[in-house]
């Protein structure tokens, strides 16, 4: 089955990032790690991507929508889309990806646009759980003014909270031990990294 990537812009993917059969894959390098995230997003850098494919694809078995970007999503996202691409036609079954997209413009017009970015990357990993509680203690403190005055307060929404850093999967096995949950070979030609510059 022939597939081609599209192209969907930040307010589409905002609008549809809530439903369960999406999934977006960043592909920026070190830059994710100081830059902040899309929150939910999975890491899977650019310069082992082609390595990785299998994993990805374990990994969101039951998404059929699968969004790429980088920073600027004009080399790596793309690129990286086009080597998943190529690698579900060299496979033999369905695994249920059914499109596959590029985020215009990438995570630096996502952020500057003031969408929801995930800011825990850049916390100690103990200070998530203080940041997600604040935005309720702020709605709850406002909620009782505003009732003390016998004004009604109408919560904003607000942005998802804070995801600790997830790493993006474990394939470590004790020398000897086999895992038991081993991905696909990767089918064909593993890809070529591009310029990784964007």
């Known amino acids: 089955m022939a597939r081609s ?18 999934a977006v894959v960043d592909v920026r390098d070190d830059e994710r790690s100081y830059d902040a995230h899309i929150a939910g997003s999975l890491h899977y850098a650019s310069g082992t991507f082609s390595e990785k494919i299998p994993i990805l694809i374990h990994e969101v078995k039951g998404k059929d929508t699968l969004v790429f970007h980088c920073a600027l999503s004009q080399v790596r996202g793309p690129s990286c889309a086009r080597r998943l691409v190529d690698y579900l036609e060299g496979m033999k079954e369905d695994v249920g990806i059914k ?4 985020l215009e413009r990438g995570f630096n017009d996502w952020e500057s646009s003031g969408r929801p970015v995930c800011l825990a990357c850049l916390l100690p990993l103990f ?16 909620g009782k003014i505003y009732k003390l005055f016998g004004w009604e307060y109408k919560k904003p929404e607000r942005a998802p909270p804070a995801c600790p850093y997830k790493p993006v999967a474990n394939t470590d096995t004790k020398v000897g031990e086999e895992s038991s949950q081993t991905p696909p070979p990767v089918p064909g030609k593993a890809g070529t990294d591009d310029d990784k510059t964007d």
């Open 5 to 22: 990537i599209s192209y969907i812009t930040g307010s589409q993917l905002l609008s549809l990032k809530r439903k369960p059969n999406i």
């Open 99 to 102: 499109n596959v997209m590029v």
């Open 127 to 142: 200070l998530v759980p203080i940041v997600n509680v604040l935005p309720l203690l702020f709605d709850f403190i406002i």
